[in-house]
Each structure stands twice: as structure tokens, then as C-alpha cells.
């Protein structure tokens, strides 16, 4: 599906209503936008992400810290 909007004075667009209703997306609710490499934005529901490489996936919390499981190998390589 492939909506055409314009972005206000702000920067902002709106996210179709028949997508908000088909995934959920509720009023309020954090989002994260990341650009990728091409330029193309990509926004998805709020995760936690890495705090070190910036991954969302295999994350784990440790006091108040996001840590993926690559960067939590190589800090207890880095340590022992
Ligand atoms: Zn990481």
C-alpha cells in the first residue's frame, strides 16, 4: 500500500488511518523513525534499542541499560 501525503510546516505527515487501524497504532503511542542508508525512512512501534550499536533485536535490559547480545559478548570479552 503506497499513500501519497505532504509534509506540513512542521515536518510532520499523518499515518493513514487504515494503516493505524490494521497494525494497531494507537494516539500517544512512541514510534522510532530511522533513516536508511538509501534515504528511505522507516518508522516502526518503540523498542528499546542497543545503547552501544543502536540494534533493536536481542536486546536485553541490564540496570537502566539496553544491550544487544553482540555488545554484551564483546564487553564481557573486553572485561575478562
Ligand atoms: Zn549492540
Same mark, same amino acid.
Given at each position: 500500500? @503506497?499513500? %501519497?501525503?505532504?509534509l506540513?510546516?512542521h !515536518?510532520?505527515? @499523518?499515518?493513514?488511518? /487504515?494503516?493505524?487501524?490494521?497494525?494497531?497504532?494507537?494516539?500517544?503511542?512512541?514510534v522510532?523513525? $530511522?533513516?536508511? /542508508?538509501?534515504? @528511505?525512512? /522507516?518508522?516502526?512501534?518503540? %523498542?528499546? @534499542?542497543?545503547r552501544?550499536? !543502536? /540494534?533493536?533485536?536481542?536486546?536485553?535490559?541490564?540496570?537502566?541499560?539496553?544491550?544487544?547480545?553482540?555488545?554484551?559478548? $564483546?564487553?564481557k !570479552? %573486553?572485561?575478562?
Amino acid at each position: 500500500m @503506497t499513500v %501519497s501525503k505532504k509534509l506540513d510546516s512542521h !515536518g510532520r505527515i @499523518t499515518v493513514p488511518k /487504515a494503516l493505524r487501524l490494521k497494525y494497531g497504532w494507537k494516539s500517544g503511542m512512541s514510534v522510532d523513525v $530511522e533513516m536508511k /542508508a538509501d534515504g @528511505t525512512p /522507516a518508522v516502526r512501534p518503540h %523498542s528499546p @534499542t542497543c545503547r552501544f550499536c !543502536g /540494534a533493536y533485536q536481542n536486546i536485553h535490559r541490564f540496570k537502566d541499560i539496553y544491550i544487544c547480545t553482540d555488545c554484551a559478548d $564483546e564487553l564481557k !570479552g %573486553s572485561i575478562l
